[in-house]
């Protein structure tokens, strides 16, 4: 997988050891580490893919972020 992503000219910080060290997590805390990854992916095709429409990923995230704020 590392030298895949090596490959890939945009992609988030660390995102190699992060994938990683999900195999090493407590599911709860997995969900939200890859949730993040989601988030920031999404982040990164707005910033450099603008005339994609991210519009409906956004919102499932914004509506999975307000279920994690009331479980914490």
Known sequence: MGKFIEKMNIVPDNLSLRLESL????????????????????????LHMPQIDTSQVRRK????????????
């Open 23 to 46: 195999f090493h997590t407590p599911a709860g805390s997995a969900a939200h580490a890859l949730q993040e990854l989601v988030r920031e992916t999404v982040e990164l095709v707005e």
């Open 61 to 72: 995230l914004d509506s999975k972020r307000q279920a994690w704020k009331l479980l914490t």
